[in-house]
């Protein structure tokens, strides 16, 4: 069977809106005391899907050249010094 190279983008690029679209307006949930539909920010597992949909896409930022990554770094409770001797 032969690869559908249109069919496989269009799955990657739908899938990549639906993610960036849970992380920018939440997921719709039903409130289990008033049965409404409610949006609520993303949760670990759906934060997990978006970080390895990166990883497995080789999506990569170059260090110190995008700024919302910058401010992520910045907030970290460590400074990565301790792994500094892996790349020496």
């Keep these: 069977m032969k690869t559908d190279s249109k069919a496989l983008g269009d799955l990657f ?4 809106d639906q993610l960036n679209t849970i992380l920018k307006e939440g997921r ?15 949760d670990a597992a759906s934060l997990t899907v978006v970080l390895n949909f990166l990883k497995h896409t080789g999506t990569t ?4 050249t995008h700024k919302v990554v910058n401010d992520i770094v910045s907030n970290l409770p460590f400074d990565g010094s301790e792994h500094q001797e892996r790349f020496n």
């Design 61 to 64: 930022v170059v260090p110190g």
């Design 28 to 42: 719709t949930v039903v409130d289990k005391e008033t049965g409404e539909a409610v949006k609520v920010t993303p």
């Design 13 to 16: 690029d739908t899938f990549a």
